[in-house]
């Protein structure tokens, strides 16, 4: 999930100075700090639980061949960015709510599975958000 949540942390951060939609530059706030928050709980939880042995590993998706969501965003225009940012983001947040759901069926301990619940919940609710905001398409 960290890696998942820190390419999350490097779209909203790409610029979100740039974000036109009020609503939709309150909700990249929202995503940097809730995101930064779970990062470090999960950090702290790693590091407790000391080296690794490979045996707690999951396959979980990769973006594969998709191009770099934060070039994307740096290279799209001022009018269309909100459309590019939304377009990114909303595939983003489906996949971590889709890993949250995978590492509640098997995570063992009470603490991950209230995290993976919640990061499930927030993550639905904040597509559903965007999907509410007028934003317009990018334009070619």
Known sequence: MTAHQERTLAIVRAAPQRVREPRLRTLVAAIDATETDEVAQ??????AAGPDTGSHRHAHPDPGDTPDPVA??????????????????????????????????????????????????????QIRLIAALP???PTP
């Open 42 to 47: 999960a950090r702290r939880w790693i590091s």
């Open 72 to 125: 994307l965003l740096r290279g799209t225009p001022e009018a269309g960015y909100d459309a590019a940012l939304v377009a990114v983001l909303v595939p983003q947040q489906r996949q971590a709510a889709a890993l949250a759901r995978a590492h509640l069926a098997v995570a063992v301990a009470p603490a991950v599975r209230d995290l993976a619940r919640r990061i499930d919940e927030s993550r639905t609710a």
């Open 135 to 137: 934003v317009a398409p």
